[in-house]
């Protein structure tokens, strides 16, 4: 050892003398040596590098890198020269690293005026950018120099861009190892020197691909694979650049995931990878690194790595941000418990709280991963405890936020997982408790004061800590304290004022209070009433959060109920601030319940203005209809509406205006459709009857219920006044109804309660265009039915078709009626029970008269709805509202020992009894009591029980039900009139089977001025009873000869159509019963053929206004007694034509050519031939013994026979005026006249007249 410590100290002379000839031999560059001995001296001093001992300083690096580098400058170009001055420059820097420090460029510019090494590097990556080995040493040089944060700043600031030199060289030389390890190398460490823009340029430029390509080409190289992770763990910072790693054909996760299976056992690429992936998943693909098995590989690398406080914080705060989708992802497919278990992070999390105590990193991402653990994987709170099987977590996690309380990061995570936990395990909330975590989370608040996510996280943790535990006062002092001072303290923080107002909740519920509690309610929350009603009513910001709003309703709901703090809450403008809130959010129910249900409280105890009563009601409107299926909601608007009604009553006009009366309809008609309790049918019926009271009200809801089609409800207005013909803003209600259509029943409602006739046809109008069959049967029914006379009288209607449907219900069914008990008239009853009871307590606080007890008269109003499956919308009812268990009734009275208001009506009944009958709407008030118009209500429709006999007011009782007493006397109809309804046809009727059995009792058809060419066959032979017929006026071009094959036909009228010029009768035929038939105005030119044998029995036969030129046949009509051929072009009649008319009275022959005429039947009273062509008075008439009326006027007689010609002495007028006669004598026997009473002579030539006749009343000369 001795003899050792001389022969090194020798050597160490020995190099020291060595260097020194090397670097004299170095600093004498400017000779020019020859390049093959500079290079053998940068050799030698390489080989002397290499020989340097760690353990001792090296000698070497003091003063060779100044002669170094301007060796290297002067020779740029010789890559020899190069190759060893860069080699021996790293190897000075690795044995001895003060050397970087010394060889910054202010040293090396002050001595020569050479370049900087960071320039000199740049350079010679420049020229020798093809050399793979000076490629190789520069990227080592660089990687060395990089590790200067001036030399890296210098770099950058340089014009020659270092970053394509480095990615020049991969690209130039990518099969190569060392140039991709410290090309990596160099990236990772200039990636951390520059800002976010330069590295979101390199990704958009895809510089990134070529260091992806390195885990393509070296798979199983980790000292190449770890560089490149770096750099990609660099590359990842900014959002931008994770978006583009993430997608199209990069997807750096899959590497990442291969690179972490193909190194399992490598701690320092599990690290890295780690930390790669967390920055990823910070991008929020959440869902695509599930898919691709991102949190197995996680999961292995945290639990094999359990020590490694790096990889644990970065493993398990990607494990809390992909939680949700894990267990979202699992749902949907099918795994074993094994897998499931190999996934389940809680033992991990557990071994790095244990672990890494003083690591605030890993405690926060260990708690936020218990966390979200707890919240998605429901029963792994069993686990939890001192137990077999089981990690005492919640004590650790306990210990990690005492310990670190000055970590407000570590308190946030560790207060939301015992917050979860609190909340799913009642065990471990009693152990909170009782280890005082409340004192310990309130004294943390009290250090970090300022901070909102401190506050909101111990907000949180006392909320799920103190549910369902009721502490000592003293503990819920100190909280509400201390809460109420941090909602203060952070005013304008959302979170924090919802978790602070959702803790002092839990003290302040209703229902849930001790006397302790109680008085908490009564001493602080009254305190603290200011800050919170100015923070509901000032800060716009609460508004916007649902949450807020929602516990800050349940708070004032509390605060209402303690003494005097409605007073206050008036004040402040609570009504103002739950009506802003109701406004915000109109969709959200809860909201709306404690908004109404408050508002309920509010109302009764303030007076109200116009202005709040018309927000209040389009608040309360529009929250009943949007939730009309939540009874609760329901109930508490009412409860409202009728608080505010006893307040205000004109509040029901604005409730009207803003279609409450819809709102109320519905839940009136689910009484008797889906069985509301007992308690919401009386309050609406209460809310119905206050609004009810109003006469203009009533007729809106009646106008409303009839476009919304609610028969109940329109019914039960009619019963209780409303006035079915108010004028509307357009058409009359029944209009309106028909005008939309489909609602029979409706139509029939209106019918039954008095519509005007014009606003009935103007309804039958519109329904015919709709073509509403049922509906114009009712209408037609209102129209034309006369009951009385047996008769349905549709003339003048203009149908323009007709349809058998129209018809049918207008003929009376023989089948028994059954009356039909509606919901409308029990309904009116209700709600004429709960006037009748507001009107008497009215009185009863201004008058004894009434002796109506309060709980009697609640009793005698309490009744039940029975439901009754088999009836939809209308339910069997008792008519007596006294009646009691009625079966079948909708209503069941219970027993009332006390007088029942129903007694008073049937006493008032009987008072009125022998008075007229009250109008159909005389419902104004009267001056007498204030029961006066309830009492007109009630009286139209009790009087309907008193008889069966038709009365105005029983619109409750179906009309079809009176028809049918009234026609059972008369059972049939048997007029019908279808007149002037422009008709083409009928075949219709006749081939409707269902009308036969009613058109068999018809005795008199209409169809006269219609448009018919043809009446069927079909029609006449079910026309078994008809007597008359009337066609005329319509479009027959031809004689329907089976009309006279009709059993009962007896007049026939088929005058003014298109029939000729001729047409024959069978001669077969026989009609016995025929004794009318009217041919007029229609193209005949002569008499049918064979009418006299068919219709033998015939007694008038008019043929007026035809063509007939000649009677050339006898009529041989032994029945005849009125003939009319006027209006033709008749010349001359046959001889013998009156031969067989023995009973001829009538003869008509006017305007036509005769000259003369034959003998005439001796029967004749009546003669009719004026405008003809006669020249003298035929003496076929003079010798007619019955004559008592003669018309030859505006013919060309010349001379009047006197009396003493004539051989009737029956004459009451001659008519002879327009003729040429000049004398006129009436000298002989003018007592044959003596009866005559007008004589017509004017236009004649007379010149003188001698009247011998004193009866004579009228002259005309």
Avoid at 519 to 526: K, T, V
Avoid at 568 to 582: K, N, R, Y
Avoid at 716 to 738: E, P
């Amino acid at each position: 050892m001795a003899s050792g410590g001389p022969e090194e100290g020798e050597a160490v002379a020995g190099e020291e003398q060595a260097l020194r000839k090397l670097v004299v031999r170095l600093q004498n560059v400017q000779e020019r040596k020859r390049l093959d001995t500079l290079v053998q001296t940068l050799s030698d001093l390489l080989e002397l590098a290499a020989r340097q001992s760690g353990e001792r300083p090296a000698p070497l690096g003091k003063n060779v890198h100044v002669p170094l580098l301007l060796v290297v400058d002067l020779y740029p170009g010789a890559a020899g020269v190069q190759q060893m001055g860069w080699s021996l420059l790293c190897k000075l820097l690795e044995i001895c690293p003060s050397t970087l420090q010394n060889i910054a460029p202010k040293d090396v510019g002050k001595d020569w005026e050479v370049l900087g090494v960071h320039q000199q590097i740049l350079k010679m990556l420049t020229i020798h950018k093809g050399n793979i080995n000076l490629s190789i040493i520069g990227l080592r040089a660089l990687n060395l120099l990089l590790m200067s944060d001036i030399i890296a700043f210098l770099l950058l600031e340089e014009e020659v861009d270092v970053f394509s030199l480095v990615f020049n060289a991969m690209h130039t030389f990518p099969k190569n190892e060392e140039i991709q390890q410290h090309g990596c190398k160099a990236l990772h460490q200039l990636f951390e020197k520059v800002p976010e823009e330069q590295l979101t340029e390199f990704v958009e430029s895809k510089d990134h691909m070529i260091i992806l390509k390195v885990f393509k080409e070296f798979p199983d190289k980790e000292e190449v694979i770890l560089p490149a992770l770096y750099s990609l763990h660099s590359l990842a910072g900014p959002r931008n650049n994770v978006e583009v790693l993430m997608s199209g054909n990069v997807r750096c996760y899959n590497v990442i995931v291969e690179m972490m299976k193909s190194f399992p056992n490598s701690e320092t690429v599990q690290e890295v990878s780690c930390c790669l992936l967390h920055k990823l998943t910070l991008g929020n693909f959440f869902n695509i690194l599930v898919l691709h098995k991102v949190p197995e590989v996680i999961v292995k690398a945290v639990t094999t790595y359990p020590e490694n406080a790096k990889l644990q914080a970065a493993a398990l705060s990607c494990l809390a941000l992909l939680t949700e989708t894990i267990f979202l992802n699992r749902d949907l497919e099918e795994r074993k418990e094994e897998e499931e278990e190999k996934l389940c992070w809680l033992e991990a999390c557990y071994r790095a709280l244990e672990l890494h105590r003083k690591n605030t990193d890993v405690l926060e991402a260990a708690c936020w991963a218990l966390k979200n653990l707890f919240l998605y994987q429901r029963n792994l709170h069993e686990k939890i405890g001192d137990g077999d099987n089981q990690f005492p977590i919640d004590r650790a996690v306990m210990l990690s936020m005492l310990m670190h309380s000055s970590s407000k990061e570590v308190f946030q995570a560790a207060a939301s997982t015992l917050a979860i936990l609190s909340q799913q395990n009642v065990n471990i909330r009693k152990t909170l408790l009782t280890k005082g975590i409340h004192m310990n989370v309130l004294d943390i608040m009290r250090k970090h004061p300022h901070s909102p996510e401190v506050v909101e996280s111990a907000c949180r943790i006392l909320n799920h800590v103190f549910e369902g535990s009721f502490p000592h006062l003293d503990v819920m002092t100190v909280a509400v304290s201390e809460v109420v001072k941090a909602m203060r303290k952070h005013e304008k923080s959302l979170s924090v004022q919802l978790e602070a107002l959702r803790v002092l909740l839990h003290f302040m519920m209703p229902g849930k209070l001790s006397k302790s509690i109680h008085q908490i309610r009564e001493h602080n929350q009254i305190n603290n009433i200011h800050l919170l009603q100015n923070s509901f009513k000032n800060k716009q910001l609460f508004c916007c959060h649902c949450n807020i709003q929602k516990c800050g309703l349940k708070l004032l709901g509390s605060v209402a109920e303690c003494t005097g703090a409605l007073e206050i809450l008036t004040q402040q403008g609570a009504t103002d601030t739950v009506l802003h809130t109701l406004q915000m959010y109109p969709d959200e129910q809860d909201i709306q319940c404690l908004g109404l249900s408050l508002l309920r409280s509010l109302i009764t105890r303030k007076g109200l203005c116009i202005a709040t009563m018309h927000v209040l009601s389009a608040v309360l409107v529009s929250t009943l209809r949007r939730f009309k299926e939540v009874t609760e909601i329901q109930m508490h608007g009412f409860h409202a509406i009728l608080a505010i009604l006893g307040l205000s009553p004109c509040f029901a006009k604005l409730l009207v205006n803003e279609s409450f009366d819809t709102v109320i309809f519905y839940q009136m008609s689910m009484c008797f459709t889906d069985q509301r309790d007992q308690q919401f049918q009386s309050l609406c019926c209460k809310c119905f009857a206050k609004i009810a009271e109003n006469d203009d009200l009533k007729n809106m809801m009646l106008e409303k219920a009839c476009m919304e089609y609610n028969s109940i409800m329109a019914e039960c207005l009619l019963l209780l006044g409303a006035d079915i013909n108010k004028k509307t803003k357009t058409n009359s209600l029944i209009y309106q109804v028909c005008e939309k259509g489909n609602n029979p029943k409706l139509v029939e409602l209106l019918l039954a309660n008095g519509a005007r006739e014009q606003d009935v046809r103007s309804a039958l109008t519109i329904s015919i265009k709709r073509g509403d069959s049922q509906i114009i049967s009712l209408l037609l029914k209102k129209l034309s039915l006369d009951v009385t006379n047996s008769s349905i009288c549709l003339g003048g209607f203009g149908f323009g078709r007709l349809e058998p449907s129209w018809l049918i219900p207008l003929f009376p069914d023989k089948l028994t009626q059954t009356r039909k008990p509606n919901a409308g008239s029990a309904l009116a009853r209700m709600v004429l029970k709960f006037q009748m009871k507001n009107i008497s307590e009215d009185r009863s606080r201004t008058s004894s008269d009434l002796n109506f007890s309060e709980d009697g008269v609640d009793r005698n109003y309490d009744w039940n709805f029975i439901p009754d499956p088999l009836v939809d919308s209308v339910f069997p009812l008792n008519d007596d509202i006294d009646s009691e268990g009625s079966e079948g009734s909708l209503f069941t009275k219970k027993k009332s020992n006390s007088i029942a208001v129903a007694d008073l009506y049937y006493r008032e009944m009987a008072s009125q009894r022998s008075s007229p009958t009250l109008p159909r709407h005389s419902y104004s008030v009267g001056p007498g009591s204030d029961y006066e118009p309830l009492m007109k209500q009630r009286r139209k429709f009790l009087l309907s029980d008193e008889s069966s006999s038709i009365s105005k007011l029983s619109s409750h009782i179906k009309p079809s039900d009176s028809l049918s007493s009234l026609i059972s006397d008369k059972e049939y109809i048997k007029s019908l009139d279808l007149s002037s309804n422009e008709l083409e046809n009928i075949d219709a009727i006749s081939q409707n089977s269902c009308l036969t059995c009613h058109l068999e009792h018809l005795e008199k058809l209409e169809l006269h001025q219609n448009a018919l060419t043809n009446i069927p066959q079909q029609l006449c032979e079910n026309l078994k009873c008809l007597t008359y017929l009337d066609l005329h006026s319509n479009r027959f071009t031809s004689f329907p000869t089976y009309l006279l094959k009709m059993n009962c036909i007896a007049n026939l009228d088929i005058s003014r159509n298109d029939i000729g010029p001729s047409f024959a009768l069978d001669p077969c035929l026989r009609c016995p019963t025929l004794k009318h038939l009217n041919l007029s105005y229609n193209q005949l030119v002569c008499i049918p053929e064979f009418l006299t044998s068919v219709a033998e029995n015939l007694e008038q036969l008019l043929l007026e206004g035809n063509k007939i030129s000649c009677l050339c046949s006898p009529l041989c009509l032994k029945e005849l007694k009125i003939l009319n051929i006027s209006k033709n072009n008749i010349s001359s009649l046959a001889e013998n034509i009156f031969m067989g008319c023995t009973k001829l009275e009538q003869f008509n022959a006017r305007m036509n050519v005769l000259e003369k005429i034959p003998d005439l039947s001796s029967s004749i009273t009546s003669l009719k031939l004026s405008q003809n062509c006669f020249i003298d008075v035929p003496e076929a008439i003079l010798h007619l013994p019955h004559l008592r009326s003669v018309d030859l006027s505006q013919n060309k007689i010349i001379s009047l026979p006197g009396p003493i010609h004539w051989k009737s002495s029956n004459l009451r007028e001659l008519l002879f005026n327009h003729n040429q006669i000049d004398v006129l004598d009436l000298s002989e026997k003018a007592c044959m006249w003596s009866r005559l009473e007008k004589l017509h002579l004017s236009h004649n030539k007379l010149k003188e007249v001698r009247l011998y006749l004193k009866q004579m009343k009228l002259l005309f000369i």
